[in-house]
């Protein structure tokens, strides 16, 4: 891997170019602030009386009341007012009172005659348009002339500025002077420039990595560039020199840099919740509100307001910046590596700020280094940070494309390992296959290259369990492994379209349990390779005699986070597709329709386990005729489910899905119950009307349940009785519970009806010698009348008469059928033609209005 070659070559060239950075601007800074002015001396007294109000009025004030300032640079505070200053110095041609402090907002030069005539004035500060300064510099400079001391003339200067109050004056010469502003504002620019590209450079991370984060440092770098400027003169000289009233970037932009540090820094660590998220929380919102305070105030054009909130605003910053740090320190606890990166560039920004301090409050003397410390350690705070930034995204970077390099380096490797080699967690525990923990790390991989090029195909034989309890576990397993070497082998026909990452059998096809199994196929040869596998498995083998037919269903989905986030999940969805694939070879890929169906599949079957206590159960009855004498014959009970959310229910909808829960045999007693009781009614009525119930396969594996229904019916004489139907499916099962359950019904006399015959794969061969009396065939034959098959409903008929059996017909809807069944020797119908399904209570009517036809017909004869 290159990664850790490169990382320290960029290490170096980082320090480099950092270094370089630095370099320069400390050449800059002590070359435009060359001390060769030689300043003369200048005495600066102060007058601070709100009621002066004109230089006339200050030349009057006793010399008792004003105040000596030793250091004039010093600053006054905040929220003095209008400060009056009177400068005693000597005279000289060609000589400037340069005020280094562009920032103030009212700075007027007075010089008074004897007579108290003002013969010279400037009118100036960023509050005033640029143009009225009598020299274009950035500082305030006012010339100063020889003369002066002939006419006895005296300088008067007021100051008045809303935020900190300061006076740094130097009386030097007017050439010197406009040399080293030049020099400074070519650093203050350089300076300048290098924070803009910082803040251009955490826009451009920012939008290419898309953090958050990086929005906010470069939103804090803006409104720093934006205040540095101010405070060094240049916006209000270049771009809008007649504008003065948009010199107000330090109001505008301190709360907004207290604001964006503080969710700079909450978002660099992640702080989204403790203390310290609170913290840098509150300073957001305080910041937020002194903002708004702050245009308020200048609306209202309130002084005092607006002093007060500059120097709040001051003191929160560097509140804000001490929380910053304390922060990093606190964050090498948990993130070691990002507290490393953030705490240098804050180091350097905290110590220009304590020298800054410390130089404003007399305790180091001034120099070059200590006035531009604010400055230079602003800009190289940003420049670290940034790289730091930089480095950060780099780091991060070249820790994927290890991580990413590694994983491709293992899967190359696990594509050349031998089975001794390999993990044994990674082979299943059946049939040597791939292990569900293998294709769990397979299918993340994939989902991580977001590529959705494979199907995830699901394989699945639904009679492995039965043919395992009929040939035993080792000739089941014999047979299985024949299959999957057939499959390994038609794979390798298919080449690259089955996704494999070797030659042996595990890392091709996937075991997930001892019938179920998996593969990844390519999506655009997914359809031939399904083909194929359907071929194959249609191919049976023969062992002692006896060919088994597994019974494969198939499922598919695509692997993609659209249809799961996860390897567990897209194989649950692969199992969920194939527990709705009905027919042997049926393929059924997943869509998302598949999971609300099973949610409601799920609801159904918890809704049937009460459905019978609920009332949420009824039953109707559709009588049957007797073709011959035109007599009721019998009624067959139907089951109905009314459910609370999804109304009606049907039975070929929840019947099923209660065989799979294994509630049929409760449903089973509830129908038989009901069926007893409307008998019973019936019987107290007069009405002589078997009632016929249907039994389910599981019904008939339930012995138990049998022998109570039996046990019941022996109290009834055998005309009382109830009917059984029994579908050719629920006797299909070869099971000694069933030949049991079928064995009792025999002895107890109990008439059985084979239900749904012709519907599937008629049991001609066990028809004989099964304990039913009663035929009925399936509706589905009376779909070959006027065709050449009609003949095979008029042989059912037959074979249902040669086997002496009473022969029923259902689904009859038209009169051209009951004709037909009658031509060929029907005993009984029953459909639409002859009966809807009705509730209980309307029998006894229909009984009624059918006796009433009878009457009728029988006296046609005489009347005619």
Same mark, same amino acid.
Request: include cysteine; charged fraction near 15%.
């Given at each position: ?158 100051? =008045? ?36 590209? *910082? ?27 934006? +205040? ?125 700020? +304590?020298?800054? *301090? ?122 299985? =492994? *024949? ?40 999506? #655009? ?33 695509? +692997? ?7 390897? !567990? ?53 559709? %009588? ?11 009624? !067959? ?28 045999? #409760? ?6 119950? !009901? ?60 099971? %000694? ?15 059985? +009806? ?32 006027? #065709? ?46 002859? *009966?809807? %399904? ?27």
């Amino acid at each position: 891997m290159k990664s850790p070659v490169v990382l320290p070559k960029v290490l170096w060239l980082s320090g480099l170019v950092l270094l370089a950075v630095v370099t320069l601007c400390l050449y800059l800074m002590f070359g435009s602030s060359r001390d060769d002015l030689a300043p003369q001396p200048v005495q600066v007294w102060l007058l601070q009386d709100g009621a002066v109000q004109s230089p006339q009025q200050a030349r009057q004030i006793p010399p008792e009341r004003w105040q000596l300032l030793a250091e004039p640079s010093r600053p006054l505070g905040y929220g003095l007012g209008t400060l009056w200053f009177r400068l005693v110095l000597e005279p000289r041609d060609d000589y400037v009172l340069s005020l280094d402090a562009p920032f103030l907002d009212e700075v007027d030069f007075y010089l008074l005659t004897p007579d108290e005539q003002v013969s010279l004035q400037m009118q100036s500060g960023d509050q005033r348009p640029f143009a009225n300064r009598l020299i274009p510099a950035s500082s305030l400079m006012f010339p100063v002339q020889a003369s002066w001391q002939q006419n006895k003339a005296e300088l008067l200067v007021r100051l =008045n500025n809303v935020g900190q109050s300061v006076l740094p004056l130097r009386y030097v010469a007017k050439d010197a002077a406009l040399q080293q502003a030049s020099r400074q504002q070519m650093l203050h620019s350089f300076f300048l420039g290098i924070l803009l590209f *910082a803040a251009l450079l955490a826009v451009l991370l920012a939008t290419v990595t898309r953090q958050h984060s990086l929005h906010l440092f470069s939103g804090l770098l803006l409104c720093i560039t934006a +205040v540095q400027a101010e405070l060094n003169g240049l916006p209000f000289q270049w771009l809008w020199p007649e504008t003065p009233g948009w010199n107000r970037l330090t109001e505008l932009c301190l709360p907004l840099a207290i604001f964006c540090c503080s969710g700079f820094v909450r978002s660099y660590f992640q702080l989204n919740t403790g203390w310290l998220a609170r913290l840098f929380g509150l300073l957001m919102a305080v910041a937020v509100l002194l903002f708004a305070a702050t245009q308020v105030s200048a609306l209202l054009q309130s002084y005092a307001w607006q002093s007060q909130l500059k120097q709040l605003a001051v003191y929160l910053m560097q509140l804000c910046v001490l929380v910053t740090l304390v922060t990093g320190l606190w964050m090498l606890k948990t993130q070691r590596r990002k507290a490393v990166l953030f705490l240098l560039p804050m180091s350097v920004l905290m110590l220009s700020v +304590v020298l800054a *301090a410390l130089r404003a409050l007399g305790f180091i003397a001034e120099s070059a280094l200590t006035r531009s410390a604010l400055e230079l350690g602003t800009t190289l705070a940003a420049v670290l940070m940034t790289s730091s930034l930089v480095l950060g995204i780099y780091l991060e970077k070249a820790w994927q494309a290890q991580v990413q390099q590694a994983l491709l380096e293992r899967n190359e490797q696990l594509s050349k390992l031998q089975q001794l080699e390999l993990n044994r967690s990674k082979i299943a525990p059946f049939y040597g296959l791939g292990s569900r923990l293998a294709l769990v790390e397979l299918l993340n991989y994939e989902l991580q290259q977001h590529r959705s090029r494979y199907r995830l195909l699901l394989l699945e034989f639904k009679q492995y369990s039965r043919i395992e309890a009929v040939l035993g576990r080792r000739q089941a397993t014999a047979i299985v =492994n *024949a299959y999957v070497d057939s499959l390994l082998v038609l794979f390798q026909r298919h080449g690259t379209a089955v996704v494999s990452l070797g030659a042996e059998r595990h890392q091709t096809l996937f075991s997930l349990a001892t019938d179920r199994f998996a593969l990844l196929v390519q999506q #655009t040869d997914f359809v031939p390779v399904l083909t194929g596998i359907r071929k194959l498995l249609h191919q049976k083998f023969t062992v002692d005699g006896f060919t088994p037919d597994f019974k494969p269903h198939y499922a598919s989905v695509t +692997v993609s986070s659209e249809f799961g986030q996860d390897a !567990e999940e897209l194989i649950a969805h692969a199992a969920l597709a194939i527990t709705f694939v009905q027919k042997t070879a049926g393929h059924l890929g997943y869509q998302h329709q598949l999971g609300a169906d099973s949610r409601q599949r799920l609801a159904l079957v918890a809704g049937l386990a009460h459905a019978c206590n609920a009332g949420q159960f009824s039953l109707l009855f559709q %009588p049957l005729l007797h073709v011959s004498t035109q007599q009721p014959y019998g009624a !067959e009970a139907f089951i109905r489910w009314q459910h609370p959310q999804f109304g009606p229910v049907s039975p070929a909808v929840f019947i099923p899905l209660a065989e799979e829960a294994g509630l049929m045999s #409760t449903i089973t007693a509830w129908v038989y119950k !009901e069926v007893r009781k409307v008998q019973n009614q019936w019987l107290e009525q007069r009405i002589m009307l078997p009632i016929s119930m249907n039994l389910s396969a599981q019904d008939l594996e339930n012995p138990a349940l049998i022998n109570s229904i039996l046990q019941h019916e022996q109290k009834y004489p055998p005309a009382q009785r109830v009917k059984f139907e029994l579908a050719e499916s629920a006797l299909a099962p070869d099971s %000694p519970a069933v030949h049991k359950s079928l064995q009792l019904l025999k002895q107890a006399g109990s008439v059985l +009806v084979m239900d749904d015959f012709g519907a599937g794969q008629s049991m001609l061969t066990k028809l004989g010698n099964l304990p039913v009396s009663e035929l009925k065939i399936d509706m589905a034959l009376l779909t070959m009348l006027d #065709t050449h098959r009609e003949q095979l409903l008029a042989g059912a008929i037959k074979l249902g008469k040669a086997l002496e059996m009473t022969v029923i017909c259902e689904g009859v809807e038209q009169q051209r059928q009951l004709d037909f069944l009658t031509l060929n020797g029907i005993d009984a119908v029953q459909g639409y033609l002859i *009966a809807r %399904p009705m509730p209980a209570a309307e029998v006894p009517r229909w009984l009624a209005k059918q006796q009433g036809k009878q009457a009728t017909l029988a006296n046609q004869p005489q009347q005619a």
